[in-house]
């Protein structure tokens, strides 16, 4: 099956189909996540454990590497997976795996556990907000030190975090 990504040009008002190399497309679409940093789009698909890098400015795909399946974890859904990126570096979790690797080269750097399954990620201000069971870790982005926690009964994704003013 062929798979792809719709590069979206608001301003210019176009679109473009990104063509993503196999393996993509052959596993279930939940297993696939995006994150942006600046002008780097990254493609995930867990059920492979392969990423793609592409550039958001030429609409070519840079890189493509094996980064390695996460765990899935008793209670996550089968293949979801979630991203983020910052610093220069690809954030992906799925069961109860969270991998870091590098954003340039897609080489893996670490892999750390989560105490649950995980329920999405965002990169936030230098730090690395983590979805895991019925929380919201705060970790440092290089050693995945835990900075903080806060418990969330019930929840079921993180999708969007911003700084509270003041």
């Given at each position: 099956?062929?798979?792809?990504?719709?590069?979206?040009?608001?301003?210019?008002?176009?679109?473009?189909?990104?063509?993503?190399?196999?393996?993509?497309?052959?596993?279930?679409?939940?297993?696939?996540?995006?994150?942006?940093?600046?002008?780097?789009?990254?493609?995930?698909?867990?059920s492979?454990?392969?990423?793609?890098?592409?550039?958001?400015?030429?609409?070519?795909?840079?890189?493509?590497?094996?980064?390695?399946?996460?765990?899935?974890?008793?209670?996550?859904?089968?293949?979801?997976?979630?991203s983020?990126?910052?610093?220069?570096?690809?954030?992906?979790?799925?069961?109860?795996?969270?991998?870091?690797?590098?954003?340039?080269?897609?080489?893996?750097?670490?892999?750390?556990?989560?105490?649950?399954?995980?329920?999405?990620?965002?990169?936030?201000d230098?730090?690395?907000?983590?979805?895991?069971?019925?929380?919201?870790?705060?970790?440092?982005?290089?050693?995945?030190?835990?900075?903080?926690?806060?418990?969330?009964?019930?929840?079921?994704?993180?999708?969007?975090?911003?700084?509270?003013?003041g």
């Amino acid at each position: 099956m062929h798979a792809f990504v719709h590069v979206l040009h608001l301003d210019q008002r176009w679109a473009f189909c990104l063509d993503l190399p196999a393996p993509f497309g052959l596993g279930p679409a939940e297993a696939h996540t995006l994150a942006l940093e600046g002008r780097r789009l990254y493609v995930f698909d867990a059920s492979t454990g392969r990423a793609v890098l592409a550039s958001a400015t030429d609409l070519s795909i840079i890189r493509s590497g094996l980064v390695g399946a996460p765990t899935v974890a008793a209670g996550a859904a089968a293949g979801e997976a979630f991203s983020a990126a910052g610093d220069g570096r690809l954030f992906l979790a799925a069961g109860t795996r969270l991998l870091v690797s590098d954003g340039a080269t897609l080489a893996r750097q670490a892999a750390w556990d989560l105490p649950g399954p995980a329920r999405g990620l965002a990169y936030l201000d230098g730090e690395l907000l983590a979805g895991a069971g019925e929380q919201v870790l705060r970790l440092d982005p290089r050693s995945g030190a835990r900075l903080g926690a806060v418990a969330l009964p019930g929840l079921r994704a993180l999708r969007h975090a911003e700084l509270a003013a003041g």
